[in-house]
Nanobody, 126 residues
Framework: QVQLVESGGGLVQPGGSLRLSCSASGRTSSSSTTGWFRQSAGKEREFVAAVRWSGGTTRYADSVKGRFTISRDNAKNTVYLSMNNLKPEDTAVYYC???????????????????WGQGTQVTVSS
């Protein structure tokens, strides 16, 4: 069993920045992959970014490339999502997820992940 806790959401103006954190506890492993997904009102959950704990391979959605950066601190079992130049369309509930043994081509699929956090709200508005 793995528990995930997200933090760092909030209200920010367009063009601003936020950093989300995802802290994992329980049965994590070096073969884990952590993904960030988001869901806005009336829309399906969509992939944002993911990182492999071993080796650090990352994946990003096209909509966030160049603006968001995912990173990890293995010693703290924590993954971060640094979000810059935020836009109103980035407004959503952001969810952290984790899974083991996820192949590279499956890192962007929500169904690949086994455990989910409770989500943190990000609102981009003036």
């Amino acid at each position: 069993q793995v528990q995930l806790v997200e933090s760092g959401g909030g209200l920010v103006q367009p063009g601003g920045s936020l950093r989300l954190s995802c802290s994992a506890s329980g049965r994590t492993s070096s073969s884990s992959t952590t993904g960030w997904f988001r869901q806005s009102a009336g829309k399906e959950r969509e992939f944002v970014a993911a990182v492999r704990w071993s080796g650090g391979t990352t994946r990003y959605a096209d909509s966030v490339k160049g603006r968001f950066t995912i990173s990890r601190d293995n010693a703290k079992n924590t993954v971060y999502l640094s979000m810059n130049n935020l836009k109103p369309e980035d407004t959503a509930v952001y969810y952290c997820s984790i899974g083991s043994g996820i192949i590279l081509s499956s890192m962007t699929f929500a169904s690949s992940y086994h455990y989910w956090g409770q989500g943190t709200q990000v609102t981009v508005s003036s």
